[in-house]
Nanobody, 115 residues
Framework: QVQLVESGGGSVQPGGSLRLSCVAS????????IGWFRQAPGKEREGVSC??????STYYADSVKGRFTISRDKDTVTLQMNSLKPEDTAVYYC??????????WGPGTQVTVFS
């Protein structure tokens, strides 16, 4: 069974850091593009960062550039989040893009940055 599970969410003060992890079962994370998305209350889900399967090139939303870093190690994709701001508060989701074969989402992990 294909499944993604996120971990590492929590509550921090502005300027703090969190490290999110995404672990897969039923397939290898190394074989597909993996992304992190987030959804704040009352807002649409938005892309935060992704890492391609072909060359591990990365993408970051302008709002997180210079603060977030995505990386891949064997079967874990991590999102290191530094200098967190209250506007980073959201549920963060891991996403796997299987191309023509579809996609998979994790259940999400809550990140709260409180001032």
């Amino acid at each position: 069974q294909v499944q993604l599970v996120e971990s590492g969410g929590g509550s921090v003060q502005p300027g703090g850091s969190l490290r999110l992890s995404c672990v897969a079962s039923g397939f290898s994370l190394n074989s597909y593009g993996i992304g992190w998305f987030r959804q704040a209350p009352g807002k649409e889900r938005e892309g935060v960062s992704c890492i391609r399967s072909s060359d591990d090139s990365t993408y970051y939303a302008d709002s997180v550039k210079g603060r977030f870093t995505i990386s891949r190690d064997k079967d874990t994709v991590t999102l290191q989040m530094n200098s967190l701001k209250p506007e980073d508060t959201a549920v963060y989701y891991c996403h796997a893009d299987f191309g023509n074969m579809g996609e998979e989402w994790g259940p999400g992990t809550q990140v709260t940055v409180f001032s």
